[in-house]
């Protein structure tokens, strides 16, 4: 499925809406253990969630003609996926919590927006 230029156009815009961590944020995040902890493996060494990360540093320093039709489903994957997981808050102090962690891979950091 192709997407439309007006498609591209929203969920480039959705995208960078969505995942508040820089590259650089991204980069030195991916490189810690609590990074490291979270996240669903199936069975593999690295998470989905943790080479989701690794792939949104590398899109968020690709420009608008060089991304491909998998680049963009993949910018609209990690956009559902915060949206479904913020939904998913816990009432408890979220500072150290595997939730933020799971979100931080995915290139938002929660605390960011409190912090606001």
Known sequence: MAFSEDERKQIRHDFFDFTNMSPA?????????????????????????????????????????????????????????????TAQKPSHDIDGSRWRYSLMNWGYDPLKEERK
């Not at 060089?66 to 963009?72: A, I, N, P, T, V």
């Open 25 to 85: 944020e991204l980069e030195r995040w991916l490189q810690t253990g609590e990074s490291k902890s979270v996240g669903d493996t199936g069975g593999e060494g690295e998470s989905t969630g943790h080479a989701s990360g690794r792939r949104i540093m590398e899109l968020k320093h690709k420009t608008r003609d060089k991304l491909s039709e998998d680049d963009y489903r993949h910018m609209r994957k990690v956009v559902n996926y915060i949206k479904r997981h």
